[in-house]
């Protein structure tokens, strides 16, 4: 078997897996319990969030748990809104964001909210200048993804950064669910972001388990109410065994992340070369500074998406079209539509997502396949 859908998900660590078994043996208390059992729960609850704090670069109260992606980018965009409403309506994001950023602004929209979705180029990125032609006095947010889950393209962060660097009343808000562990830390990181979203299961963490980074002194209005966890941002028992296994899951994750990277870098580049020698055949991720090492999406002309995944599927290689959140939907790309890419095109879209497990011999074994596959596609049409 080969699995190179790892932007979809990633398959827990084992360790990961052992300390999570351990930790809900071992610390099963609510670590809101006053009782010892809950006291012991709470102390590794806050050594998993120091941990995490510590490996990212971020103050311990900096970090905040949630159930993932979805969660944390409903949140900030949501509880930054509600937050600051008051002072303004208008949102600004672009056209290649997550469905659950994309959503998230549609619902906002129905209340009255306005949102700017900013284009972008040929390659997937959005420009810099686009986001300060669109601030407005009432502008209270920006939300851009880090890595675009799709095509791999690395956006502006640190440009963006610098342009609401005079604009301190914004908010600045980055989806860094498919950024980390690649060695993007120095693209991504920059200290005029407010937020940041992360997601374990993409990292060789459990489903369900998550985390956002919210810069000390800002503020978000919570949108799960109860019992007060997270210093009353968010209410719920704390998932402390899954925390625990995400805080490993990091701590093996930057252990030569540099390296690891290099390596995806090496295959992407190896597949990404044998695709440009094929006939029609076109490649949407480039090698190079703007692009993450994990993500190659390309298509093969005149067949759709799902016809190529379930070809593969058929030889125990495991890929997707696209974004997986998206592709039992059989929609077509939405970063290809906002590339002005042709719909014919974009439907025929998939999506290779590597990760440090995957191998050479895999790759050659993927590229074997592929050549096998696109040639019967061409007998056939």
Sequence with gaps: MIYFDNSATTKVNDSVLQTYNAASQEYFGNPSSLHKLGLKAYELLETSRKQIANLMGFKQDEVVFTSGGTEGNNWIIKGTAFKKREFGKHIITTSIEHPSIMNT?????????????LPVDKSGHVSAQDVKDSIRDDTILVSTMAVNNEIGAIQPIHEIAQVLKNYPSISYHVDAVQAIGKNLQSKIIDPRVDFYTFSGHKFHAPRGIGFIYMKEGKQLEPLMAGGGQESNLRSGTENTPAIAGMAKAIRLLKDNEAGK???MEQLKEQLVNHLKGMDNVHVFSQIGEDFAPHIICFTIDGVRGETVVHTFEDRDIYISTTSACSSKKGLE??????MNIQENVATSAVRVSLDENNTAAEMNEFIKNLDEIHDHFQILN
Excluded: I, P
């Design 333 to 338: 790309s939405g970063t290809l539509k906002a």
């Design 261 to 263: 990277a290099a390596k």
């Design 105 to 117: 602004m549609h619902q906002l929209e129905e209340l009255g909210f306005d949102v700017t979705y």
